[in-house]
Nanobody, 116 residues
Framework: VQLQASGGGLVQAGGSLSVSCAAS????????MGWDRQAPGKERELVAY???????NYADSVKGRFTISRDNAKNTVYLQMNSLKPEDTAVYYC???????????WGQGTLVTVSS
């Protein structure tokens, strides 16, 4: 199983960035896919997830600014991030969960840096 995240980078506050995560080795359409992030010195936190039925859930801190989506034909989950703030700076990790609340697979992370 591999979750390959990409698309991170440096962006100015107020800007936009999209990250993606390509999955292999799993029946992608059956999994709940998510994005977590971990900022320096802080614990990892859930950003958003999308279920196999395409229901979505967002952390309060990103509601209205971030959008999670999935393309089952490409085995890929996306996170569109708009109106970025310096506090969004973190390593973003994609994850896959099946039946349990906790993910069972994690990607390697991609760094998003938002400058003020």
């Amino acid at each position: 199983v591999q979750l390959q995240a990409s698309g991170g980078g440096l962006v100015q506050a107020g800007g936009s960035l999209s990250v993606s995560c390509a999955a292999s080795g799993i029946s992608f359409g059956n999994y709940r896919m998510g994005w977590d992030r971990q900022a320096p010195g802080k614990e990892r936190e859930l950003v958003a997830y999308i279920t196999s039925l395409r229901s979505t859930n967002y952390a309060d801190s990103v509601k209205g600014r971030f959008t999670i989506s999935r393309d089952n034909a490409k085995n890929t989950v996306y996170l569109q991030m708009n109106s970025l703030k310096p506090e969004d700076t973190a390593v973003y990790y994609c994850s896959a969960a099946l039946w349990s609340p906790d993910p069972i697979y994690w990607g390697q992370g991609t760094l998003v840096t938002v400058s003020s």
